[in-house]
């Protein structure tokens, strides 16, 4: 029961790819615009991006590892 052991059955490494460079994107996004809407300094660019990349693209592949695909919001 650790975070390596695969929960979803249907998750393959290209999903796994997938969601993590969309949760990479998102992180990307979220970053720079936490940077341009506050009075960081612009150095801080090169040190919030890249680390809010990473640990999105982290968090959505372990979600694709992890999470299993009956789990739905809408179950009774």
Same mark, same amino acid.
Request: net charge negative.
């Given at each position: 029961? =650790?975070?390596?052991?695969?929960?979803? %059955?249907? @998750?393959?490494?290209?999903?796994?790819?997938? #969601?993590?460079?969309?949760?990479?994107?998102?992180?990307?996004?979220?970053?720079?615009? =936490?940077?341009?809407?506050?009075?960081? %300094?612009? @150095?801080?660019?090169?040190?919030?991006?890249? #680390?809010?990349?990473?640990?999105?693209?982290v968090a959505g592949?372990?979600?694709?590892?992890?999470?299993?695909?009956?789990?739905?919001?809408? @179950?009774?």
């Amino acid at each position: 029961m =650790g975070l390596l052991d695969k929960r979803n %059955p249907r @998750a393959t490494r290209r999903s796994v790819i997938a #969601w993590a460079t969309g949760g990479g994107i998102v992180g990307f996004l979220a970053g720079l615009l =936490g940077w341009y809407r506050s009075d960081m %300094p612009d @150095a801080a660019v090169f040190f919030l991006v890249p #680390w809010m990349m990473v640990f999105c693209a982290v968090a959505g592949g372990a979600m694709e590892w992890q999470m299993s695909p009956e789990s739905d919001e809408d @179950a009774p």
